[in-house]
């Protein structure tokens, strides 16, 4: 038996944030993976190395937006272990089928001259849009980087900026009202309250529907900001890949004195007298962890498979069945393709640039497309009659992942986990079989192809991966990627459920972390700097917190004062 003063089950990149910052604090942390690699969804890996050797994908996460929005890399030193952010520009290349284009820019000006091609009146129209959205991100920014329940920890976040920002969206009672009535509208009302234009509405709509619901969804107008993060603070991704961000925080946590053990599977969290004490492994290990337990873990697997029964109920008779049965994941999942190309995808038709590559490529041809595609899956079909895509080219960008002069290629494919009438049928009882999977792989590069035709001959080699095999390998429920959906009803405060949506849980000493906590799924590293930040304030005497909110107050009013 080995003791550490904290266990965190996960060496996902939130685990490994929130390590980094405890261990800097002087904790001694064990971080524990079942893989045989730390990263969780921020891997980049050699997944065909006999078929497509030296070729490194990332199967998971591609383009890092959120986590720019947020002080880790900085406080962290990040640069200093070897991350190297690319930003990408342009950002999003989108052909439609009547041979227009939309091509952003991370430039809102140059946006707009693009789409002035084709509609004056929507490029006028984009820039209001934009103008919206980049103030409520400045606005709401202080609250993802705290705690869902801290108003102060918020308050202490603000600059003078985003007061002004947020001051300039609630301004008067009817801007107020009209403010919550925008936010409890769907992606698709505000995107044609906006604009006219085909073309320009079909990728606004797929990138809205990136947090997994259709563009018609009510109360999800915020996915609509997916676009003007792509401006401001703009998309990046790793030099190497994705797991060059995980790299560099596992050199972080060991320069730190952290220990990061792979291949150790978690059986259970060690409860004593209603507080968590240390994990016991799957091989019969035990870690003792006195001063507390962090699952990064959704909160499903965490209270349902992981935790005495016993234990849990002591400490909450209500919290198993809410966890089961109150919490809600949908059944849109993700089908993932990732092929190595001996040529990039060439679009003949519209006019094609190999720049146009360096960002993402959407296919979304038309809003009826894009919402047929998110929710066709929630009832158990695959929507292949016109598939939609969301297609990166990684390799243009990062020419470091692909043998020189060949060429990477990452897709998803929005599909069902479950496959209606298949049930109990294939991969653990969803449908997916192998032969399914390649079929339908064969049909979105079908899709793609139609746009891009040199795209068949130039795949050397490809690796599918079915919703089943996703959660498998990286351990998400239902293969989603957000740990639980990113709905407005499981979000801040709600988020994974109100009892436990301040990374502490109704059992001393347990605390959560990771996509199923506060601001949610996505590269940002906030659920693991907002979980530390919780962790060391629940250490501290009361005298030590009030001072620490004090300080807070004093910096937001000292950016204040400076501007007055």
Known sequence: MEDYDVVIIGAGHNGLVCAAYLLKAGYRVLLLERRSIPGGAATTEELMPDAAPNFKFSPCAIDHVFIHLGPVVQELELNKYGLEYLFCDPVVFCPNPNGQYFLAHRSVEKTCAEIARYNARDAKKYQEFNDFWQRLISAVAPVFNAPPKSILDMAGNYKFSQLKDL???????????????????????????????????????????????????????????????????????????????????????????????????????????????????????????????????????????????????KADPKLRERVDRRITNHNEAILKIDCALSEPP????????????????LIADSVTQVELAHTE?????????????????PSVLDPTLAPEGKHTLWIEFFAPYQIAGAEGTGMKGTGWT????????????????????????????????????????????????????????????????????????????????????????????????NCAHVFLQKQKPITQKLADVGDALKSTAKSVLKKL
């Open 167 to 313: 001051f300039s969206l609630v301004g008067s009672s009817d801007e107020t009202l009209d403010l919550v009535r925008t936010m409890l509208t769907s992606p698709l009302d505000l995107i044609n309250e906006y604009f006219d234009s085909e073309f320009l509405k079909a990728p606004l709509a797929r990138l809205a529907s990136e947090l997994s619901s259709p563009p018609s969804q009510k109360t999800m107008t915020v996915g609509s900001m997916m676009m003007s993060l792509r401006h401001h603070p703009g998309m990046a991704r790793p030099k190497g890949g994705t797991g060059a961000l995980s790299a560099a925080l596992v050199r972080c946590v060991q320069s730190l004195g952290g220990v990061i053990l792979t291949e150790q599977a978690v059986k259970r969290v060690l409860i004593n007298d209603g507080r968590a004490v240390g994990v016991e492994l799957t091989n019969g290990q035990e870690y003792r962890a006195p001063k507390g337990v962090i699952s990064s873990l959704d909160a499903k697997r965490l209270f349902l498979q992981l935790i005495d029964p016993w234990d849990v109920d």
């Open 346 to 361: 060439r679009f003949i038709n519209h006019n094609h640039q190999d720049e146009y590559l360096i960002g993402a490529v």
């Open 377 to 393: 899956p929630e009832i158990g079909r695959i929507p292949l009659d016109d598939p939609s895509m969301y297609v990166v080219v």
């Open 434 to 529: 192998e032969e399914l999977k390649e079929r339908v792989a064969d049909r979105v590069l079908e899709k793609l192809a139609d746009y891009a035709p040199n795209l068949k001959s130039a795949i050397i080699a490809r690796r599918v991966e079915s919703p089943p095999e996703l959660e498998e390998r990286i351990g998400v429920l239902k293969g989603n990627y957000y740990h639980l959906d990113m709905t407005f009803d499981q979000m801040m405060f709600f988020r994974p459920l109100p009892e436990l949506a301040n990374y502490q849980t109704p059992i001393e000493g347990l605390f959560l972390t990771g996509a199923g906590t506060h601001p949610g799924g996505s590269i940002s590293g906030m659920p693991g700097r």
